[in-house]
């Protein structure tokens, strides 16, 4: 059963509550920690995009049309919609002989306001590349196209692009694939259900490859590279992602995902960790997330410092006043962590 992992206070009394599960798996599928229900069937949503792109790099696609890390990043992406992201989802897409029209993910206004701000000052409107799905929609078009598949038709479940995206899934998480379940995203392609031991299983082999075939660890390596080279890219400009990676200078993987999904892999160890918020409020995913690196020892004094501000965000009112603030209020629970 889910526990409560966060609270809400306004002054010092509780106001409201998140519960949720957390489970910290090692390489080996081991559980290191738990919090609530470890087992609960979780819909990964955005969390596995880093997955999703391992075809891209194994089939040979993102050589054949160049990509380079940022290209790589974005296709890891849930992105602001902010320049810095259209622009390099434009640059593959130029390179496929394609344009915005051919990404089936939809529209939606740039998450940055100052983005959109801007976007609607210039007389423009949203299109596809704004869409915070659209750089793995753009690596899937490649995909497809190396693939000599029907570009048009990629976001379906049985195409074969999305076979091959099954197929990483099954190998990371060790759910044969016959098992999986799934589901559509919010951006039409399928999202896979998993227990939440399985999907932090996943990060922690995302995180040391080493038991990995040889083509998919040389492909979750130039991943994993190009995320936390290039954290802006995945995320965005004072984004959790984002600073997250950037703070700690290498050593953690952070990928968010729809509904208070959140997954972290601490590189080289080999350690994954996942979370789910059960009313699904992205607002606990990031102190759960922040305060399960700092209990796990992952963080420095002053990268604790610097991310203090995810994990004891401040509440305030319409008149800019701190009123309260977020509290991340669990224990992680079981087997001692190795030694970080």
Not at 144 to 167: F, I, N, T
Request: net charge neutral.
């Amino acid at each position: 059963m889910a526990e409560t992992i966060v609270v809400a206070k306004r002054g010092e009394h509780i106001e409201s509550r998140h519960t949720g599960s957390i489970a910290v798996v090692d390489e080996k599928g081991n559980l290191l920690y738990g919090v609530g229900d470890v087992q609960r069937l979780t819909f990964s949503r955005s969390s596995l995009k880093p997955v999703q792109a391992i075809p891209l790099i194994q089939s040979g696609a993102a050589e054949r049309y160049l990509f380079n890390e940022k290209e790589i990043a974005v296709c890891c992406a849930s992105h602001n919609g902010e320049e810095q992201h259209t622009q390099v989802v434009e640059s593959i897409l130029f390179r496929l002989g394609l344009g915005a029209e051919h990404l089936q993910c939809g529209t939606h206004p740039p998450y940055s306001h100052e983005s959109y701000a801007a976007l609607l000052k210039r007389g423009g409107e949203p299109t596809p590349l704004h869409n915070n799905c659209s750089g793995k929609h753009a690596g899937m078009l490649a995909l497809a196209l190396h693939l000599q598949s029907d570009a048009a038709l990629y976001h379906h479940a049985d195409h074969p692009v999305q076979r091959k995206v099954a197929e990483a899934v099954s190998e990371l998480s060790g759910v044969a694939a016959e098992e999986l379940e799934t589901a559509i995203d919010g951006c039409g392609v399928p999202t896979f259900a998993l227990p939440l031991d399985k999907l932090a299983y996943l990060y922690a082999r995302l995180s040391n490859p080493a038991s990995l075939g040889h083509s998919t660890r040389q492909a979750v390596k130039r991943i994993t590279q190009a995320m936390v080279r290039y954290p802006e890219m995945v995320s965005g400009t004072n984004e959790f992602c984002t600073d997250v990676m950037r703070t700690c200078g290498g050593k953690v993987l952070a990928k968010g995902g729809a509904e208070g999904v959140y997954c972290l892999g601490l590189l080289d160890r080999g350690i994954g960790i996942a979370i789910k918020v059960e009313d699904g409020a992205p607002r606990a995913s990031y102190p759960a997330a922040a305060e399960a690196l700092r209990q796990l020892g992952v963080l420095t004094p002053q990268e604790e410092e610097m991310l203090s501000a995810y994990r004891l965000p401040k509440i305030t009112n319409r008149r800019g006043e701190t009123v309260g603030r977020l509290e991340p209020v669990f224990q992680l629970k079981g087997v001692k962590c190795p030694e970080m």
